[in-house]
């Protein structure tokens, strides 16, 4: 679950209805419902086909949706956690790790600003998130002040050289 959301930038929604049929472990590319039925095609780090891979080892790879509920240490495959689960469980989590607010979609925006901290194009993230406009994109970015600052240094005007520091 934690691998999806950090690891894709997914919504909860669009993990409830996530099927191991979604998934294409050899190339790491997973087929998205987003809102709107509207689909989209992401990719797994290799960590992420690793995690994915474990918890397909643990819950069977057996058709059917990919998160489900585990009783007494098994997944009972044919039933979809619900959205509030998966809303519940990263607070139950958050709460343990000592972070006070916390919510799935906060992985979201972490998802998004890690990718524009890691120069990635704002047209690009939109289309990867399932965003209808870079506008909303924009809207998840948690980049501050040094941002601006690291973005500066690369304006050149005239014959100026560029501060080291």
């Known amino acids: 679950m934690l691998a999806l959301l950090f690891g894709l930038g997914m919504r909860r929604s669009e ?4 099927e191991v049929s979604d998934l294409n ?3 790491g590319r997973i087929t998205i419902e987003g809102k709107g039925g509207r689909q989209r095609i992401e990719y797994l780090t290799t ?3 690793r995690i994915v891979s474990q918890w397909l080892a643990a819950r069977s790879a057996n058709p059917g949706p990919f998160l489900n509920p585990v009783v007494r240490d098994q997944a ?3 039933r979809p956690l619900s959205a509030q689960t998966i809303y519940d469980s990263i607070q ?3 709460r343990a790790a000592g972070i006070k607010r916390f919510s ?3 992985a979201r925006r972490t998802f998004i600003t890690n990718l524009l901290e890691s120069g990635v194009d704002i047209v690009t993230i ?3 998130v399932g965003h209808a406009s870079v506008t909303t994109t924009a809207l998840y970015d948690r980049r501050g002040e040094d941002a601006v600052r690291a973005a500066s ?3 050149r005007l005239g014959t100026e050289h560029t501060p080291t520091s």
Do not use: N
């Not at 993990?15 to 996530?18: F, G, I, N, P, Q």
């Open 126 to 128: 939109a289309r990867t």
């Open 76 to 78: 009972v495959t044919g």
């Open 104 to 106: 799935p979609h906060d």
């Open 47 to 49: 960590s992420g086909i």
């Open 92 to 94: 139950r989590l958050s």
């Open 25 to 27: 472990l050899e190339s």
């Open 15 to 18: 993990l409830v209805k996530l």
């Open 153 to 155: 240094r690369h304006v």
